[in-house]
C-alpha cells in the first residue's frame, strides 16, 4: 500500500507542472504527451534495472551456498561497469548516427537536447528526453550482461568480469544494438526483434556459451565416463523470489520498448501477450518435466518461465494472444530438452544460460517470421507478415539472417576476447579456490558464514 503511494506521488509530481500549464492554456496536447510518455519510460527503466535483483537471486540460489555471496555481488559490480562503459562508448556505438554497421557519434552522453538532435536520429520518432532514453537503453544493455555472466558461475575469476564486462559493453552488445534497433543492416531490411530476443538475449547467452566452453566443467560435475552428476542450487526459495522479480521486470521490459504510454494503449497489448507466454512456459515445462522425470521440476518450471518470456520479447508487438501462447509454451518445452542435450555433450551451463536465453531467443526470434500478422506489423512499421498470415517466407529469412549474423558475431568476437584474457590473466579460479569457494577464496568471506562455519567444523575445506 506504502509503496502505491508513493509510485502513485511520483507519478502525480511529475505530470502536475505539465496539467496545470495545459490548463493555463500554455502547454499544448503534445507538450502533455511527451510529459506522460518520460513518466511511462522512466518507470519501464526501473523495472528493467530492477531486473538486476531478480537475476541476483536467480543465480545465487541456482548455485552452491560456498559462491552466493559471489555470485549475487558481483551483479552490482557488473551493472556499475556497465553503466560507465555505456555511458562513455556503448551507446554511442549502438544509436549514434553513423552507417549501417555501428554508430559514430554520440559518445559520453551530457544529457542535451542539442547532442540528441545532432548524434541520436534513430531515436527521435519518440519525444522522450535523451537521459531517460539513455538510462532505458542502459538498462537492456545490463540485462545482456548479465545473462553472459551464467556461463562463468562458480569458476570464472572475479578480475575477467572487470575485463571482459567492460569489452562487452563496448565492442560487442552495441554494434548488434545497432544493426537491429540504431537504423543499421538488419532494421534496413525489417528484422523484427520487438524488443531483444536476439539484441539482448541471444548475445548474452552466446558469451555465456563461449564462457563456459573455455572456462570447462565444475570439479565433480561429470564422471569419468563423461556421466554428468547434478549439483543443486543450494535455494530454490531464492530462484523461485527471482523467477518473480524477472516476470514483473519483463512489463518495463517489453509494454516500455513502446517508448509511448499514450499509443492507443498499445503497451497493454504488449504486456497481455507477455504475460499469457510466460504463463504458458511456465505449465509446459512444468508439465513435459513431470512426464520425464516422474516427479514435477520446479528448476524446469522455473527455466520454461524465462524461456517463454525472453522468446516473446522479440514478438511480443507482433503476434496474437493466442500466438503468444503456442510461442511460450514451445518455449518451455525446447528449454529443458536442450538444457538436458547440452548437459549430456560435457557443456556445464551451471544457470543453462544458453538454454533459457540462447534456444528460446533463437526461437522467439524467428516466431515472428510465422506469426506476425499483417495489422501488427503495419502498426509497428517494421518487416511483413509472417508465413502463417500470408506473409510467405520473406520475413522468416530475414529473422533467420539476423539471427546468424549476431550470434556469428557475438559468438567469434567473445572468443577471442576470452581466449587472451585465458592465457594472459587467466579465466579459471585455482582447483583449491574452487573447492573452498569463491565467497572466500575472491572477498574473505561467506555468504552465509554460520552455516559454512559449521559445514567446514573439523575440516580445512567444504564443498557444501
Same mark, same amino acid.
Given at each position: 500500500? *506504502?509503496?502505491?503511494?508513493?509510485?502513485?506521488? *511520483?507519478?502525480?509530481?511529475?505530470?502536475?507542472?505539465?496539467?496545470?500549464?495545459?490548463?493555463?492554456?500554455?502547454?499544448?496536447?503534445?507538450?502533455?504527451?511527451?510529459?506522460?510518455?518520460?513518466?511511462?519510460?522512466?518507470?519501464?527503466?526501473?523495472?528493467?534495472?530492477?531486473?538486476?535483483?531478480?537475476?541476483?537471486?536467480?543465480?545465487?540460489?541456482?548455485?552452491?551456498?560456498?559462491?552466493?555471496?559471489?555470485?549475487?555481488?558481483?551483479?552490482?559490480?557488473?551493472?556499475?561497469?556497465?553503466?560507465?562503459?555505456?555511458?562513455?562508448?556503448?551507446?554511442?556505438?549502438?544509436?549514434?548516427?553513423?552507417?549501417?554497421?555501428?554508430?559514430?557519434?554520440?559518445?559520453?552522453?551530457?544529457?542535451?537536447?542539442?547532442?540528441?538532435?545532432?548524434?541520436?536520429?534513430?531515436?527521435?520518432?519518440?519525444?522522450?528526453?535523451?537521459?531517460?532514453?539513455?538510462?532505458?537503453?542502459?538498462?537492456?544493455?545490463?540485462?545482456?550482461?548479465?545473462?553472459? #555472466?551464467?556461463?562463468?558461475?562458480?569458476?570464472?575469476?572475479?578480475?575477467?568480469?572487470?575485463?571482459?564486462?567492460?569489452?562487452?559493453?563496448?565492442?560487442?552488445?552495441? @554494434?548488434?544494438?545497432? #544493426?537491429?534497433?540504431?537504423?543499421? #543492416?538488419?532494421?534496413?531490411?525489417?528484422?523484427?526483434?520487438?524488443?531483444?530476443?536476439?539484441?539482448?538475449?541471444?548475445?548474452?547467452?552466446?558469451?555465456?556459451?563461449?564462457?563456459?566452453?573455455?572456462?570447462?566443467?565444475? @570439479?565433480?560435475?561429470?564422471?569419468?565416463?563423461?556421466?554428468?552428476?547434478?549439483?543443486?542450487?543450494?535455494?530454490?526459495?531464492?530462484?523461485?523470489?527471482?523467477?518473480?522479480?524477472?516476470?514483473?521486470? #519483463?512489463?518495463?521490459?517489453?509494454?516500455?520498448?513502446?517508448?509511448?504510454?499514450?499509443?492507443?494503449?498499445?503497451?497493454?497489448?504488449?504486456?497481455?501477450?507477455?504475460?499469457?507466454?510466460?504463463?504458458?512456459?511456465?505449465?509446459?515445462?512444468? *508439465?513435459?518435466?513431470?512426464?520425464?522425470?516422474?516427479?514435477?521440476?520446479?528448476?524446469?518450471?522455473?527455466?520454461?518461465?524465462?524461456?517463454?518470456?525472453?522468446?516473446?520479447?522479440?514478438?511480443?508487438?507482433?503476434?496474437?494472444?493466442?500466438?503468444?501462447?503456442?510461442?511460450?509454451?514451445?518455449?518451455?518445452?525446447?528449454?529443458?530438452?536442450?538444457?538436458?542435450?547440452?548437459?549430456?555433450?560435457? *557443456?556445464?551451463?551451471?544457470?543453462?544460460?544458453?538454454?533459457?536465453?540462447?534456444?528460446?531467443?533463437?526461437?522467439?526470434?524467428?516466431?515472428?517470421?510465422?506469426?506476425?500478422?499483417?495489422?501488427?506489423?503495419?502498426?509497428?512499421?517494421?518487416?511483413?507478415?509472417?508465413?502463417?498470415?500470408?506473409?510467405?517466407?520473406?520475413?522468416?529469412?530475414?529473422?533467420?539472417?539476423?539471427?546468424?549474423?549476431?550470434?556469428?558475431?557475438?559468438?567469434?568476437?567473445?572468443?577471442?576476447?576470452?581466449?587472451?584474457?585465458?592465457?594472459?590473466?587467466?579465466?579459471?579460479?585455482?582447483?583449491?579456490?574452487?573447492?573452498?569457494?569463491?565467497?572466500?577464496?575472491?572477498?574473505?568471506?561467506?555468504?552465509?558464514?554460520?552455516?559454512?562455519?559449521?559445514?567446514?567444523?573439523?575440516?580445512?575445506?567444504?564443498?557444501?
Amino acid at each position: 500500500m *506504502v509503496k502505491k503511494l508513493l509510485l502513485s506521488v *511520483v507519478m502525480m509530481s511529475a505530470l502536475l507542472p505539465a496539467s496545470l500549464a495545459f490548463a493555463a492554456g500554455e502547454a499544448t496536447p503534445a507538450q502533455l504527451q511527451g510529459a506522460i510518455d518520460a513518466v511511462w519510460v522512466m518507470l519501464a527503466a526501473i523495472l528493467v534495472i530492477f531486473m538486476q535483483a531478480g537475476f541476483a537471486l536467480l543465480e545465487a540460489g541456482s548455485t552452491r551456498m560456498k559462491n552466493a555471496g559471489h555470485v549475487a555481488g558481483k551483479t552490482v559490480l557488473t551493472f556499475g561497469l556497465c553503466a560507465i562503459a555505456f555511458w562513455a562508448v556503448g551507446f554511442g556505438f549502438a544509436f549514434g548516427d553513423g552507417n549501417s554497421f555501428f554508430g559514430t557519434t554520440g559518445f559520453f552522453v551530457d544529457g542535451s537536447e542539442e547532442q540528441a538532435k545532432a548524434a541520436f536520429g534513430s531515436l527521435s520518432a519518440s519525444d522522450v528526453p535523451i537521459t531517460i532514453k539513455f538510462l532505458f537503453q542502459l538498462a537492456f544493455a545490463g540485462v545482456s550482461l548479465a545473462i553472459a #555472466w551464467g556461463g562463468f558461475a562458480e569458476r570464472g575469476k572475479l578480475a575477467v568480469y572487470f575485463v571482459f564486462g567492460t569489452l562487452f559493453t563496448v565492442v560487442i552488445y552495441p @554494434i548488434v544494438a545497432h #544493426w537491429v534497433w540504431g537504423g543499421g #543492416w538488419l532494421a534496413q531490411i525489417g528484422m523484427q526483434d520487438f524488443a531483444g530476443s536476439t539484441v539482448v538475449h541471444l548475445q548474452g547467452a552466446t558469451a555465456a556459451l563461449v564462457a563456459t566452453l573455455l572456462l570447462k566443467p565444475r @570439479i565433480g560435475k561429470y564422471n569419468k565416463d563423461k556421466t554428468p552428476n547434478l549439483i543443486p542450487g543450494h535455494n530454490q526459495v531464492l530462484s523461485v523470489l527471482g523467477v518473480i522479480i524477472l516476470w514483473i521486470g #519483463w512489463f518495463g521490459f517489453n509494454p516500455g520498448s513502446t517508448l509511448s504510454a499514450m499509443n492507443d494503449g498499445f503497451f497493454g497489448y504488449i504486456a497481455l501477450t507477455t504475460n499469457l507466454a510466460a504463463a504458458a512456459g511456465a505449465v509446459a515445462a512444468m *508439465v513435459v518435466s513431470w512426464m520425464y522425470f516422474g516427479k514435477a521440476d520446479i528448476p524446469s518450471m522455473l527455466n520454461g518461465v524465462l524461456a517463454a518470456l525472453v522468446a516473446i520479447t522479440a514478438a511480443c508487438a507482433f503476434v496474437t494472444p493466442r500466438d503468444a501462447v503456442i510461442i511460450g509454451a514451445v518455449s518451455g518445452i525446447l528449454t529443458f530438452f536442450t538444457a538436458l542435450w547440452f548437459e549430456k555433450a560435457g *557443456v556445464d551451463d551451471p544457470v543453462y544460460a544458453f538454454s533459457v536465453h540462447g534456444i528460446a531467443g533463437i526461437w522467439g526470434t524467428l516466431s515472428t517470421g510465422f506469426f506476425a500478422t499483417p495489422e501488427l506489423a503495419a502498426k509497428v512499421g517494421v518487416g511483413k507478415a509472417g508465413l502463417f498470415y500470408g506473409g510467405g517466407l520473406e520475413q522468416l529469412g530475414v529473422q533467420a539472417l539476423g539471427i546468424f549474423g549476431a550470434f556469428l558475431f557475438v559468438l567469434i568476437l567473445s572468443f577471442v576476447i576470452l581466449y587472451l584474457i585465458k592465457v594472459t590473466i587467466g579465466l579459471r579460479v585455482t582447483e583449491e579456490e574452487e573447492i573452498v569457494g569463491l565467497d572466500v577464496s575472491e572477498h574473505g568471506t561467506y555468504g552465509y558464514p554460520e552455516q559454512m562455519k559449521k559445514a567446514a567444523h573439523g575440516s580445512t575445506v567444504t564443498t557444501v
